[in-house]
């Protein structure tokens, strides 16, 4: 396969930034989106271009590290699937496909494509963790019988790996699918509950002091998550910060 | 209002405004369709709405209240998410993921405030005018002829059609969003949907109906 790729290109933080054209011959269509990444940014050093910075870690679409807004959608046009996971039969010979960073105002861009996520850290630690005595006694988890549903529903918000897709997609950048599925993983289970109210309340005010926009229950975020979290659990986020905000 | 300054108790004041305007509307919406079946019973239920003191001076209030506090807030959020993303995408491909309605709830929302303006010129304000302005005398009967008087102008129906069919769109989305936004989200979400869609198509079709009925059989 033969590709045009614009890309967007920015030095530092600060710098203007702007897309760049670059072609790209003979691509496998079994390589992944990032190993044609790979061979573009060979490519460039060859030529003396500085090459392209984006991120990445484990490359199994389990760390959440890869981002890219790919023709206009997180992570491409594939569903389910990360940046790392997709494939370039995805796409045909002679295609032109635009590269550019996740962008929200809380994820700034670092340098062309990667974007400090820090933001979504913040979030957590206001209140993504349940508090456990370390004095020696500590209860086994499994001791304590929960429901079925519960426990299922808690492992699929769990599943979620932070990769910001939610918030790189959605047209008011804001990151409620991430933050709720934070909020449920811990607020269907007991061992999660002894500290719901300030959890819900801390993680929904940095949530707004880190600048995300509010939901507008588009669901645009569910279709592009790479882990098919679900709008059920914005809704329980909902219910979760009513009846905790009326706790006082 | 501790409740307004969080995102979250913003989008359920919204929400809340949303399905208070939706029972107006439906108020609304069965008074108008009376002027179809019967002159007299229109008059009757008009003369009341216009005259009972609770209706008037607790109920308009609220209303007016509650229509200000919707779009005032709806432009708020509008303008607080579009700063969320300070350097746009220069592609981005919104209807891959969400449909048209949820992503221009604002547009929608600006035509039927239009609309509204429009309105309050049309009915409202002569009904000011004349009970608490001009003070003229009670006339229960009025109110059929001149809702009738006024379809009689077709550029006036054009316009009312056309702000009708945005607030479908605008329903389409917001009325089910409404539901997602006070956190119900449930195995009952797939009915919820299909009744709110039916709503808002039936009920804005609805006041298009009735607006050309009398336009049609005006003469
Ligand atoms: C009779 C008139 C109207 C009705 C029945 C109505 C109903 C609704 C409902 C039910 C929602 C959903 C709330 C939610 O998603 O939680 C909504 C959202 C919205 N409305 Fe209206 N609306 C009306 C007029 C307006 C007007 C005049 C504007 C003015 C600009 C407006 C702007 C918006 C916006 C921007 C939203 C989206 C807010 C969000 O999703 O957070 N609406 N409306
Ligand atoms: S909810 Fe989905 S899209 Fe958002 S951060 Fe988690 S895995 Fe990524
Ligand atoms: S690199 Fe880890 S999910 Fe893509």
Redesign the pocket.
């Known amino acids: 396969m033969n590709l045009t790729l614009k890309v967007w290109r920015q030095a530092n933080p600060q710098a203007k930034g702007k897309m760049e054209t670059y072609n790209i011959k003979e691509v496998s269509p079994d390589m992944s989106f990032l190993e044609m990444m790979d061979v573009l940014n060979e490519q460039l050093m060859a030529q003396e271009i500085d090459p392209i910075a984006f991120d990445h870690d484990c490359r199994e679409g389990i760390c959440g590290m890869c981002s890219m807004f790919i023709n206009g959608e997180a992570h491409g046009p594939d569903r389910l699937v990360t940046t790392c996971q997709l494939h370039m039969r995805k796409f045909k010979d002679g295609d032109t496909i635009t590269i550019e960073p996740f962008r929200a105002k809380a994820f700034p861009v670092i340098k062309d494509l990667t974007v400090d996520r820090s933001s979504f850290d913040r979030v957590q630690q206001a209140g993504g963790f349940v508090s456990v005595n370390t004095s020696g006694n500590t209860q086994d988890a499994n001791a304590i019988p929960i429901d079925k549903h519960d426990a299922d529903k808690a492992f699929d918000a769990a599943t979620c790996i932070g990769c910001g897709a939610c918030v790189a997609t959605c047209k008011n950048a804001s990151a409620m699918l991430f933050v709720s599925a934070k909020v449920s993983q811990y607020a269907l289970l007991p061992q999660g509950k002894v500290e719901a109210t300030d959890r819900v309340l801390n993680m929904v005010k940095q949530m707004d002091e880190e600048g995300f926009g ?4 588009t669901g645009a975020c569910e279709v592009e998550c790479p882990k098919g979290i679900s709008l059920e659990n914005i809704a329980r986020m909902n219910r979760e910060y009513l009846s905790a905000s009326l706790k006082g | 209002m501790t409740l307004t300054a969080s995102s979250i108790g ?3 004041a ?2 809340l ?3 208070f ?2 029972l ?2 439906t108020q609304h919406f069965s008074i108008n369709m009376l002027s179809v079946f019967s002159e007299s019973m229109f008059n009757q239920v008009s003369h009341f709405m216009g005259n009972n003191p609770i209706v008037q001076f607790v109920l308009q209030p609220i209303l007016i209240f509650g ?1 200000l506090f ?2 005032i ?3 708020v ?2 303008l607080k998410n579009s700063k969320s993303r300070t350097v746009k995408y220069a592609n981005y491909k919104g209807n891959a993921n969400a449909s048209w309605m949820s992503r221009n ?2 547009y ?3 035509v ?2 239009s609309f ?1 303006v429009l309105h309050f010129y049309d009915f409202w304000v002569p009904e000011m005018n004349y009970k608490y302005v001009e003070v003229l005398p009670l006339n229960p009967d009025r109110y059929f002829e001149e809702l009738v008087h006024k379809f009689e102008n077709p550029v006036r129906v054009g316009i009312y059609a056309l702000s009708f069919v945005f ?1 479908c769109l ?2 389409l ?3 089910a ?2 539901f ?3 956190g119900i989200n449930n195995k009952y979400s797939k009915v919820i949907k299909s009744f709110t869609t039916a709503f808002a198509v039936v009920v804005p079709l609805g006041f298009v109906f009735i607006a050309l009925f009398h336009h049609l059989t005006a003469f």
Do not use: P
């Open positions: 509010n939901c507008t229950n | 913003r989008k359920v919204m929400a405004s949303g399905i305007l939706v107006f509307l229509v919707h779009f807030m709806g432009i959020l509008e709830m604002i929608s929302g600006i039927i405030l509204l607030l605008h329903l989305h917001g009325f969003s409404s997602q936004s006070v």
